[in-house]
């Protein structure tokens, strides 16, 4: 689970640990010169790797593995490097032993990558994962709904039902929530979500469109009208909305004359 404290042991734990490295690394300098450069390459490249998104400048999350690739580039390099250098330095014994040990480090590694790999195979599995180890992880529950929109409605509402109850401020939730109510014909309940959305956001487009979709099939063509004429409002150059726009003018003009003839 994330850190709920900066004063947590774990975070403690945390600094140590990156305090100790550079510390470690001057040490295998000192003790050993021969190895300093390979030493100071793998130390700095991680360093300037992860500083972009790894520093003391706030970012939006606050933990991400993709953001340890390019890094372990440098920390493979420290360790083939130290494989290397015990290697010469050791018996023939020792020499067998270790290669018994880096053909099983590299297995080990080689079997977690291919189990990791799987679940990057699946979107659903990856964020359900997210969502099991960080409930609090609104986004993980909005792209699981986004996700389960395509096959299953039920799962892809109560996922971003899950997703508003963490953050009632996301506007996607609701657009989506309403355009599911539309599909299955709950027009008071897609009306609520679609009307949410709009509050939360004035300006969203999406929103405006699915309402408009939803007085459409009530017949409440007046509604889907200032709909349309709000996207356009916002949007002038959104064709999908003026050709429907034009196309509801079209049925209201066709239907009045039909009424005006009884």
């Known amino acids: 689970l994330p ?24 040490r295998v300098c000192k003790k050993w010169p021969q190895l300093s450069a390979q030493v100071i390459f793998g130390l700095v490249w991680m360093a300037i790797t992860l500083a972009p998104t790894s520093s003391f400048v706030p970012i939006y999350d606050a933990m991400a593995e993709r953001r340890m690739y390019l890094p372990g580039f440098g920390f493979c390099f420290l360790i083939m490097t130290a494989y ?22 590299i297995s080990i590694l080689s079997s977690a990558t291919w189990r990791r790999s799987q679940k990057f195979n699946s979107p659903a599995l990856l964020w359900a994962e997210s969502a099991a180890l960080y409930p609090d992880n609104y986004r993980a529950y909005v792209n699981l709904g986004n996700i389960y929109m395509s096959s299953d409605d ?7 039902s899950k997703a508003v109850s963490l953050n ?60 349309y004429m709000k996207i ?31």
């Open 154 to 160: 039920s799962k892809a509402l109560e996922m971003y």
């Open 168 to 227: 009632p401020a996301l506007e996607q939730p609701y657009n989506n929530m309403g355009l599911i109510y539309l599909r299955q014909n709950e027009y008071a309940k897609g009306y609520d979500a679609l009307r949410r959305a709009i509050e939360l956001n004035p300006r969203y487009t999406d929103a405006y469109f699915n309402l408009a979709s939803l007085h459409y099939a009530r017949k409440e063509y007046d509604g889907a009208v200032q709909c």
């Open 84 to 105: 290397l250098s015990f290697s010469q330095r050791a018996s023939r014994i020792v020499k067998i032993l270790l290669l018994f040990f880096l053909a099983a480090h």
């Open 3 to 26: 850190p709920g404290r900066i004063f947590e042991p774990r975070l403690i734990l945390s600094w140590i640990g990156l305090l100790c490295v550079p510390l470690a690394g001057w």
């Open 232 to 262: 356009l409002e916002l949007n002038p150059d959104d064709e999908k909305s003026r050709n429907n726009l034009a196309y509801i003018y079209q049925l209201m003009t066709t239907n009045k004359k039909g009424d005006n003839r009884k």
